[in-house]
Nanobody, 112 residues
Framework: QVQLVESGGGLVQPGGSLRLSCAASGFTFSMYYMRWYRQAPGKEREFVAGINNSGGSTNYADSVKGRFTISRDNAKNLLYLQMNRLKAEDPAVYYC?????WGQGTQFTVSS
């Protein structure tokens, strides 16, 4: 069955960096556009970044543009989100989405 499993959350200092991963299985990962979303407490889930099947085209929400980088490794069925210069408004549960499926999410917090 289709599975998307996020990992990489945790505690990070303000201004720090973190890389999230999403391991995909059960579908032909290399054929699908993949996305990262996030949902903070009390807020709606919002789009963060997207990447086409080859990795040659990416798209970002304005709030993360220039700080976050989405990438993928089709040989390993892995999706990544490199997050730099983290801000107080970035902590949330981060979800990957592909093939109309969602992962369970991974969470991080920013604390000094």
């Amino acid at each position: 069955q289709v599975q998307l499993v996020e990992s990489g959350g945790g505690l990070v200092q303000p201004g720090g960096s973190l890389r999230l991963s999403c391991a995909a299985s059960g579908f032909t990962f290399s054929m699908y556009y993949m996305r990262w979303y996030r949902q903070a407490p009390g807020k709606e889930r919002e789009f963060v970044a997207g990447i086409n099947n080859s990795g040659g085209s990416t798209n970002y929400a304005d709030s993360v543009k220039g700080r976050f980088t989405i990438s993928r490794d089709n040989a390993k069925n892995l999706l990544y989100l490199q997050m730099n210069r983290l801000k107080a408004e970035d902590p949330a549960v981060y979800y990957c989405k592909g093939f109309n499926y969602w992962g369970q999410g991974t969470q991080f917090t920013v604390s000094s």
